[in-house]
């Protein structure tokens, strides 16, 4: 059964700031999650355009998380069921990412995101339907609340306190019960999960596995995108760019995969000693 569910992610900085800190925490996360046998691969990462989305950024990439499969699926399947196959299109404000599973041939699941100057009030930017607005299910998450599960443990768990954090550079923060409420700037990630994995005796299970994970990762990654705020502010999408091109050669090393070329650009200069040092410092951080 196909299932929809919206995260709502409300986060304390501008429109222009979130497109950075997206960018540097995705780098940083790759980086600290990918090692020899699992982690992330980038097969493209390269400009598009077209007629849906207009100009934007497209990458594909694929994830080994073998580690991070439950028993019960591992006991079912071997334990590489869980390498994704993920494209994306990001045309900042909007995105779309399809992620699929060459085990579960028919599984999918897709998140559709719009970025709004709000804070998470508005109640259909995904101009769906009333089918689909009667199927969805929405969940506003906050990125203060300490609370964990299994899952936040599979993801990984930073130990940002944010009732007690303030930003150096910025001064933003402590974020206290309500913060959403009284933040400026502010905006809000809405992130339209859909998901479907038609296979008898395990399908629900599967799909309930899965936005269970995702959700999971969309907390802690939003929580490193303001916990990390005073590393990446004042940083411009340009010099993010940058880095993240060395950074996916740096990955498909790690992981001994063949290197990356993202455009015309000779690799080689791209992964220097002096490239591999600076992506190194943010990483370390």
């Known amino acids: 059964m196909v299932q929809f569910k919206e995260f709502r992610i409300v986060m304390p900085m501008s429109l222009e700031e979130y497109q950075v800190s997206q960018m540097y925490m995705v780098m940083k996360m790759q980086q600290q999650s990918t090692n020899g046998a699992e982690g992330v691969e980038v097969l493209e990462n390269r400009p598009f355009q077209d007629d849906i989305f207009g100009r934007g950024q497209y990458t594909s990439k694929v994830y080994r998380l073998q580690s991070k499969a439950p028993a ?12 994704m196959q993920e494209e994306a299109w990001n045309a900042y404000p909007r995105c779309k ?19 709004r100057a709000d804070n998470g009030t508005s109640e259909n930017v995904h101009g769906l339907n009333e089918d689909q607005l009667a199927a969805r299910q ?4 906050d990125i203060a609340s300490a609370e964990k599960d299994y899952w936040s443990y599979v993801i990984g768990s930073s130990n940002f306190d944010f009732s007690k954090f303030k930003s ?12 959403q409420e009284n933040c400026s700037p502010v905006m809000t990630a809405y992130k339209l999960v859909t998901i479907d994995a038609p296979y008898w005796g395990f399908g629900y299970r599967l799909e309930q596995a899965m936005l269970a994970g995702e959700r999971a990762l969309f907390v802690e990654s939003h929580r490193n995108c303001f916990g990390w705020i005073d590393e990446w502010f004042g940083m ?5 760019r940058k880095l993240e091109q060395q950074g996916d ?4 090393e790690k992981i001994s995969r063949p290197i990356l070329l993202t455009d015309a650009t000779d690799c080689e200069q791209s992964c220097s000693h002096n490239s ?4 190194t410092q943010v990483i370390h951080t």
């Open 72 to 83: 019960w699926l591992t006991s079912i399947a071997p334990t590489d069921a869980l390498v």
């Open 97 to 115: 990412t399809v992620i699929k599973c060459p085990y579960f041939t028919k599984f999918s699941l897709t998140i559709e995101t719009v970025h």
């Open 138 to 141: 929405v969940e506003i998450i």
């Open 168 to 179: 150096a550079k910025t001064g933003r923060g402590p974020l206290l019960d309500g913060w």
């Open 236 to 240: 411009t999408v340009q010099q993010i």
């Open 249 to 252: 050669c740096l990955l498909n």
């Open 276 to 279: 591999e040092r600076q992506v």
